[in-house]
């Protein structure tokens, strides 16, 4: 699936997760939910030398809590945050203008069963090693939440 990245490269989901166990992340700068870029951060440097990569994917869709430039969010989520792990361009989750990654990952239901739009920032979608999703967490769920890093080290173990 073709994608940018935030700089503006062109390249494919598949060479974003390298065939690694990927967390994609709709995420904002200006929103109640960004300091969950630390854990995101800490779940990269945990479980990024064992196949992991989280997948930051900007979005300003959510009450304009995304309003910067690529050169704003690179430099905000490096120097804010230490954000290591990959960030695509600004895209659209939901409507209309929807990216296809989001409308592949969408349809994917969270615990509960709901499927569907994103509901916020910082929704988290886990991949499998071959691109499969294996499980979606709302924005409230931590990063450091039990179930997302039971979810991470069972796809690792598999």
């Known amino acids: 699936m073709k994608i940018n990245t935030l700089d503006g490269t062109a390249t494919t989901l598949e060479e ?7 967390l994609v992340v709709n995420v904002a700068s200006k929103c ?11 779940l990269q440097q945990q479980y990024g ?8 994917v900007p979005c300003n869709q959510f009450a304009g809590q995304e309003p910067g ?10 120097t804010t945050y230490g954000v290591t792990f990959p960030m695509t361009e600004k895209l659209e989750v939901n409507g209309p203008g929807k990216h296809p990654l989001y409308a ?8 509960e069963g709901n499927a569907g739009d994103v509901q916020w920032n910082f929704e988290k979608f ?19 939440d039990e179930k997302i890093t039971s979810a991470i080290e069972s796809q690792l173990n598999a």
Request: aromatic letters at 8%; charged letters at 20%.
């Open 126 to 144: 886990l991949l499998s090693a071959k691109g499969e999703v294996v499980a979606r967490f709302r924005p409230t769920v931590e990063p450091a």
């Open 16 to 22: 974003l997760t390298g065939g690694k166990v990927a």
């Open 69 to 78: 430039t690529a050169d704003d969010i690179q430099t905000f989520c490096s």
């Open 32 to 42: 109640g939910l960004t300091p969950q870029y630390t854990a995101l951060e800490q």
């Open 49 to 56: 030398s064992r196949g992991f990569t989280v997948i930051g």
């Open 104 to 111: 592949e990952l969408t349809e994917f239901a969270d615990a």
